[in-house]
DNA sequence: TTTAGCACTCTATCAAGAAGAGTGCTAACA
DNA sequence: TGTTAGCACTCTTCTTGATAGAGTGCTAAA
């Protein structure tokens, strides 16, 4: 099963190619590269073998060889080498990245954006997951009329608010009163351990103002569930129309459908959190969406917290090796980021 | 120049039918419908005719007839006629609209869905016009040791918010005074002028915390500026894949590219909100790239100001009748969320 | 004024043939 | 024994030509 080191040359050549044009390779085309000087015949002889082995595919016979999933699986594992970014490329990253600083919506936008420009790929990006994520602080604040701001803050350095109303004749001291004992019920609780508690404390409450209090628990539990459906952010969603393989429309709109649903978005960048890079080609994938995609995620993080995976999505022939190195220097610029976020 | 009666019946019908199919309509299709009696030669001395006056183009000599832009025109001034939407289609809308008070984001998001949803088209969404707006208030509340959070109130109901840095030892007394006193600076004038004001003000602040007022104004001014670039929210963007017309890609990218360069959209919406309802058919729009497409959009409005506008962007071949029905009841029920928004 | 009839035009579709790319195999060579 | 040149073979793609079908424009009759 094992393969010679002139086959691996050959197969890392075959990938090196394919990745670039898309098109089956020929023997000749090969035999004609400077770092390889062995003949067509012989290269011909080779790309039997290989295929035999299950590294490389033909679509028909008078056609060249394209890899296997399992010869990607190979490159992404031992034969691509990840080279630096270019200083171009490290500046265009710093600059989008850098400028976006504040609203945390901003900078997931902006990581989409970047990395689907760098990869031509489309880029997914996985929301903080606010599940991970303990509250530290809830601040009830009037700010006009029966208008009233709700103001959650992490222990992650995120803040998030929500828009409620309030009794035009609630008293300030009630809102103070109401912020320190809601601080209190969930600080240092994840999502549904503060949820747990925070019921049982409206429900202990049998004061003049409980329908104001259910109203306000409805509209805080609204705003710190984590909802999938909302969480992932997409970027060059249109990129795949570059493609050839993808000029058919019919195959186009499958893919851009599948963007749509974003459960399925959200399992495959949840699932993937686990480790630094994950990395699923073609079949390797669940879902039967996904059988001839691959992708490739990356985890973020505050300090040494995951709290949210990014990633691109696309066809089979990737430059896997390109887009670790963006994702690599993606995902530290992000964590630089936050980190600042998270300096109090 | 005039046309007779007959014309017109037949113009409608060929209008009707094309914008269903988008096959030009043959002389024997016209004449097998039951509305018109007449037989297909008649029909065809008629849409020679036709053709001359310019409402009727021809692809090659043995196609059928579609209609031109100026037929388009006649037929959305005078031909079509526009009916009620079913018990379903508005039962759809409010849910969908309904269920999301709250943010105006949502409420803009909700409304581009509806709007694709529903015509099978790419919509747009202005969003509302803070430059319009006038301010009312603005409060900085310290949120958590080194943050604060500066809230900017309209009158017209909204709030916008960002997060700052503050000096961790700076008082809440402080706060209070400088909300008071940006609110007096602010507020009732728009954002030019606030803006004006506001350089005014802190050039004549010569105290020691200069330094923080001056990064507090410079966020202030970046988050009330109406930012042309994030206005416009789009749905259904891959609808245009649907359409035959479409199946070439190079169309499609074409099309998918315009929607990413929103200046472009962004004028279309805000040059169209001076009348009620507004359809640009084919070269009407100034865009050359618009050459081909057709564009309705309406606007919304707080009370009796106009705060945006909305609409729709496809082929020229569009239902013009039911488009014009959705977003008349789409407007509707926006200014009737608004003006909830509104009551304090 | 309307309609039936027919020649004409243009497109779309299909089959057949030619060109090109690439392979697999065999035989010769180092 | 491994490598290479040569050649027949296969499959795709492009081109060409023929054909059917849709629809028109015009003429002549009703």
Redesign the interface.
């Known amino acids: 099963m094992d393969i010679t080191k002139r086959q691996t040359l050959i197969l890392k050549a075959i990938v090196d190619d394919y990745i670039l044009t898309g098109i089956p390779v020929g023997s000749r085309t090969l035999s004609k590269k400077e770092e390889l000087s062995i003949s067509s015949a012989t290269i011909r002889n080779e790309m039997a073998d290989l295929e035999e082995s299950g590294y490389l595919e033909q679509p028909h016979t008078s056609a060249g060889r394209m890899p296997s999933d399992k010869a990607y699986r190979l490159y992404v594992d031992t034969l691509m080498r990840v080279s630096a970014l270019s200083k171009d490329e490290i500046e265009f990253i710093k600059a989008y990245l850098g400028s976006r600083i504040?609203?945390i919506e901003n900078i997931v936008d902006a990581t989409a954006k970047v990395l689907s420009e760098l990869t031509n790929l489309t880029s997914l990006v996985l929301f903080p997951q606010f599940a991970n994520a303990q509250l530290?602080?809830v601040?009830v604040?009037r700010?006009?009329?029966?208008?009233a701001?709700v103001?959650f803050?992490f222990n992650t350095?995120m803040?998030k608010?929500?828009?409620i109303d309030v009794p035009a004749d609630m008293d300030e001291k009630y809102f103070e009163m109401i912020s320190n004992s809601l601080t209190e019920t969930v600080a240092n609780r994840g999502f549904f351990e503060a949820a747990e508690q925070l019921k049982k404390t409206v429900m202990g409450e049998m004061n003049s103002q409980r329908a104001f209090m259910e109203m306000l628990l409805q509209s805080v539990l609204e705003n710190i569930r984590p909802k999938a459906e909302k969480e992932v952010v997409l970027g060059g969603?249109?990129k795949i129309?570059?493609y050839p393989e993808?000029?058919?429309?019919e195959k186009?709109?499958n893919f851009?459908?599948l963007l749509?649903t974003k459960d399925t978005l959200y399992s495959i960048l949840t699932q993937a959190s686990d480790v630094e890079f994950n990395i699923k080609i073609g079949h390797e994938n669940a879902e039967s969406a996904l059988q001839d995609m691959s992708v490739v995620t990356a985890t973020y993080r505050i300090g040494d917290q995951k709290i949210g995976s990014f990633g691109v999505i696309g066809p089979t022939r990737m430059d896997y090796a390109r887009i670790i190195s963006v994702l690599e220097f993606v995902g530290a610029s992000i964590n630089e980021i936050l980190k600042y976020h998270l300096?109090?």
């Not at 700010?143 to 208008?147: D, L, P």
């Open positions: 504040g609203q530290r602080r601040q604040v700010i006009v009329g029966k208008k701001l103001i803050v350095g803040v608010d929500v828009l969603t249109r129309l570059e993808y000029q058919d429309v186009a709109k851009l459908s749509e300096d109090t």
